[in-house]
C-alpha cells in the first residue's frame, strides 16, 4: 500500500471516553484500551506565580517523563527571587506521573503536586493562591472556578 492509497486522520481527544470511544471503534481489546487511555489525552495546565527554583525543578521533572514545561526565559539561570508562570505539556498519564514525582521530592513541592491532581480530578483550573511556598498550601487555599 502506497501513501496515496492510505487514509489518515487527525485525531482530537479531549477526554478518557472520547479516546475509549475511538479505541473501541478500532476493536482494541478491552486490557488495551485502559493501557492506552491515559497516553491518548494530551493536556495544557498553567501553573501561576512559581518561583524560578521551583519551575526549573518542574521543567526537569516534566522532561525526564518525556513531557515538557515552558517557563519564563528570566528563570533559565536560576534567577533567585524572580516569578514565573509554567505551562504543563504533556499526556494524562505523563502529568499524573510528575504529580506523583514532585510529591515525592524533599522540598516543600507538594502543593503543586496536590494542585495538579485537584486539576486533574475536577478536570476543572485549580489556582493556588500562593505558590511560592507550595508546602504551607492548605485545603482552603484552593480556589475553584
Do not use: W
Not at 491518548?40 to 518542574?58: P, Q, R, T
Amino acid at each position: 500500500m502506497t501513501g496515496r492509497d492510505l487514509s489518515v486522520r487527525v485525531l482530537q481527544v479531549s477526554s478518557q471516553e472520547e479516546a475509549a470511544d475511538i479505541l473501541k471503534g478500532v476493536n482494541v481489546d478491552p486490557y488495551g484500551i485502559e493501557a492506552m487511555l491515559p497516553k491518548m489525552v494530551h493536556l495544557n495546565l498553567l501553573l501561576e506565580d512559581l518561583e524560578c527554583e521551583a519551575a526549573g525543578i518542574v521543567k526537569r521533572e516534566m522532561l525526564s517523563l518525556g513531557a515538557d514545561a515552558a517557563l519564563s526565559r528570566e528563570c533559565a539561570g536560576g534567577d533567585a527571587g524572580r516569578r514565573t508562570d509554567v505551562v504543563l505539556m504533556g499526556t494524562l498519564k505523563q502529568i499524573r506521573r510528575f504529580a506523583e514525582r514532585i510529591a515525592a521530592e524533599p522540598s516543600d513541592l507538594s502543593g503543586i503536586a496536590e494542585a495538579v491532581r485537584g486539576a486533574l480530578e475536577i478536570g476543572r483550573d485549580v489556582i493556588i493562591k500562593e505558590l511560592g511556598h507550595p508546602g504551607d498550601l492548605a485545603r482552603e487555599d484552593l480556589l475553584l472556578e
